[in-house]
């Protein structure tokens, strides 16, 4: 009986050390963290409300673009994007 009351004791104990082991500089880059992606995320809202009004003064106005349009604005938006990754496909390769 005395064993796994003794084994119970050990493994609270390791636990409490263990929550106890943060430095307030490891708590301060969590919480630095915390605050940047919380800013990200209000950045993210943000530009997807702005897009939602244009969007919807578009509708009114009657300035609603195309299907044309939109595809062509997609197909610049990936080719950007492939030459970003392109560019930093080089500059990995570049900086080995």
């Known amino acids: 009986m005395q064993k796994p009351l003794t084994y119970a ?3 609270a104990a390791t636990l ?6 943060d430095t307030p500089e490891s708590k301060m880059d969590n ?3 915390s ?9 993210d809202a943000i530009e997807e409300s ?3 009004i244009e969007q919807k003064a578009n509708e009114v106005m009657g300035n609603e673009p195309t299907t044309g349009e939109k595809i062509e604005a997609a197909a610049d938006d990936a ?6 990754a392109g ?4 500059e990995a ?3 080995q």
């Not at 409490?16 to 082991?21: I, R, T």
């Not at 605050?35 to 990200?40: I, L, N, P």
């Open 9 to 11: 004791l050990l493994l």
């Open 16 to 21: 409490a050390l263990a929550a106890c082991e």
């Open 31 to 33: 919480a630095k963290e």
């Open 35 to 43: 605050v940047s992606e919380a800013a990200e995320a209000m950045g």
């Open 50 to 52: 702005g897009e939602a």
């Open 79 to 84: 080719a950007d994007a492939m030459q970003e």
């Open 87 to 90: 560019d930093a496909a080089k």
């Open 93 to 95: 390769v570049d900086g």
